[in-house]
């Protein structure tokens, strides 16, 4: 199946930091989703992205499908920014489902 | 609007018991699906409901079932619960059947097997 790699694995940042996450997949997908998971386990989505760009506020995302990355930005990083961010790829051959990565966990410090 | 609603927060239940879990999604959505969450891990598949059908099953022994209710609504129940079943549940809803529109987390239900 499928395999979604994220990298970092762990990243730590003082407030005002910019950073950015990116998302490997093994496969052709047909969309692409980003999560932020906070740490009560709450998990938001942030991005519905299959490719190109989006922005929104601090954050955004390219997903560039025939190199199989997408990446996520985040600038002028706030505590609320902590937590693990995920990855889901929806492959091409198998449409049932999300997958997700291994996640990036981020904390930020003030 | 309300968003995706899951009950209960918490169970606690013994090796051997049955548990449901209940998902409300969010209105005017028709897929639910649910995943299974163990610590330090990615959310992992388990069943995709739409329109009241099963569209999608990960790789879970059928102690693992579920269903979608009239109202969109669904439940997961495990039968005869392993301390390995110990995890966060969540449900997601979301418009389609395909996973070609956002989807949408509930808070989860953590279900700890002792």
């Known amino acids: 199946g499928i395999q979604v790699e994220q990298s970092p694995p762990d990243l730590i940042l003082q407030e005002g930091a910019n950073s950015t996450l990116r998302c490997n997949f093994s496969?052709?997908?047909?969309?692409l989703q980003w999560f932020h998971q906070n740490p009560w386990g709450q998990l938001i989505n942030l991005f519905y992205?299959?490719?190109g760009t989006k922005q929104n506020g601090r954050l955004s995302a390219t997903t560039v499908a025939t190199e199989r990355y997408s990446l996520l930005y985040i600038s002028s990083s706030q505590t609320t920014d902590s937590g693990v961010y995920f990855c889901?790829?929806?492959?091409?051959?198998?449409?049932?489902?999300?997958?997700f990565g291994t996640g990036t966990r981020l904390q930020v410090f003030p | 609007d309300a968003g995706v609603t899951q009950s209960p927060t918490h169970l606690i239940k013994t090796r051997g018991q049955q548990v449901t879990l209940r998902c409300s999604p969010i209105?005017?959505?028709?897929?639910v699906s649910w995943y299974q969450q163990v610590l330090g891990q990615g959310p992992q598949f388990i069943f995709q409901?739409?329109?009241?059908?099963?569209?999608g099953r990960g790789n879970f022994p059928d102690r693992f079932s579920a269903r979608q209710f009239p109202n969109y609504s669904s439940e997961l129940n495990v039968n005869a619960l392993l301390l390995g079943d110990s995890a966060l549940y969540l449900c997601?809803?979301?418009?389609?059947?395909?996973?070609?529109?956002?989807?949408?987390f509930g808070n989860g239900t953590r279900l700890t097997v002792t």
């Open positions: 997601a809803s979301s418009v389609g059947q395909n996973h070609n529109s956002p989807l949408h």
């Open positions: 496969d052709s997908v047909n969309n």
């Open positions: 992205i299959p490719s």
């Open positions: 889901a790829v929806e492959g091409s051959y198998n449409t049932d489902k999300l997958i």
């Open positions: 209105s005017g959505h028709k897929s």
């Open positions: 409901y739409y329109e009241k059908e099963e569209r």
